[in-house]
């Protein structure tokens, strides 16, 4: 039995590159790096001055996140093996300066390109601009690069969801990227836009299509380089590197967990019997890993090799909810609209219905006292942006594909058990609930920034309005047969103010709610 890992050895005294560090799955990759390779030699990220930061500002921001605190307890010099490179994706050459670049193509030789615009529905001319064109800029740069072993790109298993069976292979696109990026160029937004849906067909939105056109352009003009291509399903938060439940981003899954957790989503257009294929951000991450020693050290083969890095056993949309449901009311955020709620249903009237009755209704009436006691109202504005954002994922909660995954097993059998437990990527083993309940504590620690040690507060506030809920459901139902049931116009005025009284007692409630959720 081996007693070291291949690929930590392979690993050691290399030089890295990456794009895309400071997102959600690059900032998981540096760690990983570092925390797993510690005589890894270099580490060079590409950064983009922002919002007045400098470079190095946005790298000390980056390493003080709580994602490094394991790591640098271990190694408190970690920093030093980190070099920004500062450019920007969009500029000529990536923006790089000519030393900088003299660095790079003399002493690299890993890349990973995941660098890219993740809104599913950006203008098609923007979204070629950030994810098809970097790509070539990448390959020119590569090309120059003396000592490459590997490129691994990161992409997207959806890129081919206008299919249900997808193979690790790259399919050839109706239009050459190339052709795309030449008319980026000169062609105005607005002509993009008026073709964009005849130029992505089945395909739901600018993100995928682009990735797509991403991967082919790796087939075309970066074919005489080690290139691996890694097509990730759905990211959600670590499964337990470096901690379980680590997410920094609103995307996806999260951004749901916030929307009903504080109980502005309640209902989705989706069929909770799909497959909901959400991997850990950190079983991504050691995929990667593990595809850039194979590709390097191990497989001769001049082609570009793809792997679908997804789930082996998904749960579904329905299983995850009633988790997410089960653990957010275990695990409440602080001052909820109303109790958290999230339902899946297939059919658009009823999806209708209930966003019109547990969404829009609620938020107006919210909306109405906040304009009498002089405040902006915002609740319908809110609830409006939120089920736009979940809106553009109804296709994939809708949907359930079958991804090959033929690479993955082989470089699965390629490894060794320190390895395997090290870079390892099975999900088969996977405990949902779990890992639901440790999303629900990540969401609400480094999302929303809630203090853990107030959970027994929020729990008593979840259990104050689902006594008040309980009381009021039975008092209306108790009214109503009461009401059907008596044809005394005495006892019917009387029931009509007994029902005024409830209602002045559930907008009181909602009034309550809506004072914390201001404070707050």
Request: glycine content about 4%.
């Amino acid at each position: 039995m081996n007693k070291i890992s291949a690929i930590t050895e392979f690993l050691n005294g290399k030089s890295i590159f990456i794009t895309g560090a400071t997102g959600f799955i690059g900032k998981q990759l540096v760690e990983k790096l570092i925390s797993s390779c510690p005589n890894i030699e270099k580490i060079y990220i590409l950064v983009r001055p922002k919002r007045g930061y400098t470079v190095v500002d946005r790298v000390k921001q980056l390493l003080s996140s709580p994602l490094f605190d394991s790591v640098r307890k271990i190694n408190p010099n970690f920093e030093n093996k980190i070099i920004p490179i500062e450019g920007d994706i969009l500029d000529p050459n990536f923006g790089i300066n000519f030393d900088d670049e003299h660095l790079l193509t003399e002493n690299c030789h890993i890349v990973f390109h995941s660098a890219a615009t993740i809104k599913f529905n950006e203008p098609l001319r923007l979204a070629i601009q950030m994810n098809v064109t970097p790509t070539r800029k990448l390959i020119l740069l590569c090309h120059k690069m003396k000592k490459l072993q590997a490129l691994i790109h990161v992409s997207t298993a959806y890129a081919n969801c206008d299919r249900s069976d997808i193979s690790e292979i790259i399919y050839t696109p109706l239009i050459q990227p190339k052709k795309l990026i030449d008319a980026a160029e000169w062609m105005n937004d607005s002509v993009f836009d008026v073709l964009t849906n005849k130029i992505i067909k089945d395909r739901p939105n600018t993100y995928t299509y682009t990735k797509s056109l991403a991967e082919y352009l790796l087939l075309e003009e970066g074919n005489n380089l080690p290139v691996a291509i890694i097509r990730p399903s759905i990211v959600g938060a670590s499964l337990k590197e470096p901690f379980p439940g680590w997410i920094d981003n609103y995307n996806g899954l999260s951004g749901m967990y916030v929307s009903f957790g504080k109980g502005m989503l309640r209902t989705m257009l989706g069929n909770k019997y799909a497959a909901a294929d959400v991997v850990p951000v950190d079983i991504v991450v050691n995929m990667m890993i593990a595809v850039a020693w194979y590709t390097a050290a191990i497989n001769q083969s001049k082609n570009i090799a793809v792997y679908h890095c997804s789930l082996d056993k998904c749960p579904s949309w329905g299983q995850l909810a009633t988790y997410a449901i089960e653990h957010v009311h275990n695990n409440p955020f602080e001052n909820p609209i109303t109790i958290p709620n999230w339902v899946f249903t297939n059919n658009r009237f009823n999806f209708v219905f209930k966003r019109i009755v547990e969404e829009l209704l609620p938020s107006c009436l919210l909306d109405i006292y906040m304009y009498l006691i002089g405040r902006k109202p915002v609740f319908v504005k809110l609830s409006n942006k939120i089920n736009k954002a979940v809106r553009i994922v109804d296709f994939f909660s809708m949907h359930q594909w079958n991804f090959s995954k033929d690479n993955s097993l082989i470089l699965k059998n390629e490894m060794n058990i320190i390895d395997l437990e090290l870079f390892g990527f099975e999900t088969k083993n996977i405990n949902w609930s779990d890992y639901m309940k440790n999303y629900c504590i990540g969401v609400k620690k480094y999302l929303l920034r809630e203090d853990l040690n107030q959970m027994g507060r929020c729990q008593k506030h979840i259990q104050k309005l689902k006594h008040i809920r309980t009381a009021i459901t039975f008092t209306i139902v108790a009214l109503v047969l009461k009401f059907f049931s008596s044809r005394s116009s005495k006892v019917r005025s009387i029931l009509r103010l007994l029902l005024r009284f409830i209602l002045n007692v559930c907008l009181s409630i909602q009034r309550y709610a809506v004072s914390k959720y201001l404070l707050n």
